[in-house]
C-alpha cells in the first residue's frame, strides 16, 4: 500500500496561488492513479482533479478548469496540484488520493483506495 502526505496549503488573498504537494511512501506512486479533492465545512468532498498513472489523460472539475493544474513525478513519488486565481469559494480542506484502478471516471471518489491527511487552504476576499 502507499502513504500519502499533503503539503503547501495555507492563506492566500483572492487572485493568489498555491500549490500543493503530495509525497507518497511505501508502494511506488507510478502504480496509482492520482487525484485531488477537497471539502468545505458542512459539505461532502467534491473531486477537485485527477491524473492516470502515467499522466496520459486529466480531468478537473468545471469549477477548476482553467485556474488548477494537475501534474505527478512518478521518480520522485510526488504529485502536484497548482492553483491559480483563487476564490474564496476554493476554501476547503485538499485531499490527496490515490487507487489502483486505471481505468474509469477519475471523479469517482469511492474508487480510490488511499487518502492523505489533508492540508487546509483558506482563500480570504
Known amino acids: 500500500q502507499v502513504q500519502l502526505v499533503e503539503s503547501g496549503g495555507g492563506l492566500v488573498q483572492a487572485g493568489g496561488s498555491l500549490r500543493l504537494s503530495c509525497a507518497a511512501s511505501?508502494?511506488?506512486?507510478?502504480?496509482?492513479?492520482m487525484g485531488w479533492f477537497r471539502q468545505a465545512p458542512g459539505k461532502e468532498r467534491q473531486f477537485v482533479a485527477g491524473?492516470?498513472?502515467?499522466?496520459?489523460?486529466?480531468d478537473y472539475a468545471m469549477s477548476v478548469k482553467g485556474r488548477f493544474t494537475i501534474s505527478r513525478d512518478n521518480a520522485n513519488n510526488m504529485g502536484f496540484l497548482q492553483m491559480d486565481s483563487l476564490k474564496p469559494e476554493d476554501t476547503a480542506v485538499y485531499y490527496c488520493?490515490?487507487?489502483?484502478?486505471?481505468?474509469?471516471?477519475?471523479?469517482?471518489?469511492?474508487?480510490?483506495?488511499?487518502w492523505g491527511q489533508g492540508t487546509q487552504v483558506t482563500v480570504s476576499s
Open positions: 491524473i492516470t498513472r502515467n499522466g496520459g489523460t486529466i
Open positions: 488520493a490515490a487507487r489502483v484502478y486505471e481505468f474509469g471516471a477519475l471523479s469517482r471518489r469511492y474508487e480510490y483506495n488511499y
Open positions: 511505501g508502494r511506488t506512486l507510478s502504480s496509482y492513479a
